[in-house]
């Protein structure tokens, strides 16, 4: 879901191709007539957002809720099969995840070098398909803040960066739990606070991120490429695009069957959602933004662009019915990881006949393993 490509063209080549094109077929004022579409969002799909948004903030404070004094650091140090991963090997491994995602966010916001991606949207889009959206890092040649911006804001990196900073928090919270002063203990408490937090909204989001790659983008790509355009293959070929595709919810799995097997909390289903809905807010937000290297008649002449064809505001009310089949999503992914997490840690053990947590440890190793073999040859997809 992350728009990375290389080899585009310079702005000027870009700009020149725009006035061919908008030349080509028609005057500036009647394309800008046919094609442009300010893209607001219909009033359905904001009443829905509202609607939502409202339920989901009620159910969160209407469920039960942790003492800000409770320390839940003990979660995560904690370690599932200690005599095969020590706590020590699952600390380095939460880190070197966090390595891993930091490093490529760094790459996308700094150095990535004339990134492309065009928009094709789905029959009945009143937007003008194949708009260029050029993606540099800061530090690239004519890179500037807000090109660097444009390269992590999509749904796909920001979910990455906050899984980054999970990942980041559950590898030094053991390490801080190991300090006995009250103001340790207090920051441990907050962060801890956190860490579950993150938990909970990039979980169900990390498998909604691969699921919609692996069956609704790649699907869309191949037939894009059918169609002569094929950069949306070439976007999710891309090393840092399937990092962000597959290790993110491969590394979800591994921390619930392998490493420390966070719970998540039954009445905390709202939280995934929640961050599901400002984000939807966010690219309605973006819809004008996206060609900032252009002059304003050319955005003008190519209306509003979104990077995800299901985000499209044009298409009636099917606009809203992806909305709802995408917050859907995110509450399947979070009672499925739910019902997960039961399986493997409650109803698991119990049917193996490991009553005893210590158990069987080599056979409980070897199911919570099979499980992420299984989920990663299910929804993960590497072309």
Not at 2 to 24: F, K, L
Not at 34 to 53: E, M, T
Not at 69 to 81: G, M, Q, V, Y
Not at 154 to 170: K, Y
Request: glycine share 6%.
């Amino acid at each position: 879901m992350a728009p990375r490509q290389h080899d585009v063209p310079n702005e000027r080549s870009v700009s020149s191709s725009i006035d061919q094109q908008v030349d080509d077929s028609t005057p500036l004022s009647s394309a800008s007539k046919l094609h442009h579409n300010d893209g607001y969002p219909p009033w359905h799909a904001i009443a829905l957002i509202i609607g939502f948004v409202a339920i989901f903030v009620q159910q969160l404070l209407a469920s039960p809720s942790s003492s800000s004094n409770d320390n839940h650091s003990l979660l995560f140090s904690r370690a599932l099969f200690p005599n095969m991963l020590p706590l020590s090997v699952v600390v380095s491994i939460r880190l070197g995840f966090a390595l891993i995602i930091f490093c490529d966010i760094f790459r996308a916001l700094f150095l990535a070098v004339y990134l492309d991606h065009r928009s094709d949207y789905y029959p009945g889009s009143q937007l003008k398909a194949s708009a260029p959206i050029l993606y540099r890092g800061i530090l690239t040649k004519d890179g500037t803040i807000w090109s660097g911006f444009l390269c992590v804001a999509s749904f796909t990196e920001i979910t990455w960066m906050l899984e980054g900073v999970f990942f980041f928090l559950a590898g030094i919270l053991p390490l801080l739990s190991k300090h006995d002063s009250n103001s340790s203990s207090i920051v441990v408490t907050k962060l801890s606070s956190l860490a579950l937090m993150l938990w909970e909204i990039v979980t169900p989001c990390a498998f909604l991120v691969t699921l919609i790659v692996t069956f609704v983008l790649w699907p869309f790509a191949i037939e894009a490429k059918k169609q002569g355009n094929p950069g949306q293959i070439g976007l999710l070929n891309s090393p840092g695009p399937l990092l962000a595709h597959n290790l993110n919810v491969m590394a979800i799995t591994m921390e619930l069957s392998l490493l420390g097997g966070l719970p998540l909390r039954r009445d905390h289903f709202a939280m995934a959602p929640l961050y599901g809905c400002a984000y939807v807010l966010f690219s309605w937000s973006m819809r004008n933004s996206w060609l900032p290297q252009l002059s304003a008649t050319e955005r003008k002449s190519w209306g509003a662009q979104f990077i995800y064809p299901f985000m499209d505001t044009t298409l009636g009310w099917n606009t809203s019915f992806s909305l709802l089949a995408l917050l859907m999503v995110l509450l399947a992914s979070h009672w499925g990881v739910y019902g997960l997490h039961q399986l493997l840690h409650f109803y698991g053990p119990r049917l193996s006949g490991a009553i005893v947590e210590d158990d069987d440890d080599v056979r409980r190793f070897a199911a919570h393993c099979s499980v992420m073999f299984v989920i990663g040859v299910c929804i993960c997809r590497f072309r």
